[in-house]
């Protein structure tokens, strides 16, 4: 799994090649599970599906009281019920 850090760093910088390429050489070349760690849930699945992308796992806030969930709690869920991850 990636931290947190860096997946919402490369988020931030719109860079696909760098989730394809990373979930490409753990799943293949290391034979693991890919997965990510974000605080910016909702968007890391938008952005995911918008690209096509199938990590094995993401781990983010998600919570009945909806604290750190982002965007927003009700755009996270929405985005949850969407994802194929």
């Known amino acids: 799994m990636l931290d947190a850090w860096f997946t919402d760093l490369a988020l931030a910088a719109q860079n696909r090649k760098f989730f394809e390429s ?10 693991v599970q890919a997965g990510f760690d974000t605080r910016n ?10 690209w096509e992308l199938k990590p094995d796992f993401v781990v983010g806030p998600l919570n009945p009281s909806g604290l ?18």
């Open 22 to 31: 990373f979930t490409r050489h753990v799943q293949r070349g290391l034979g």
């Open 41 to 50: 849930l909702g968007t890391l699945l938008a952005r995911l599906r918008e």
């Open 68 to 85: 750190l969930m982002k965007p927003s709690p009700e755009e996270l869920l929405a985005e949850v019920q969407r994802s194929n991850v």
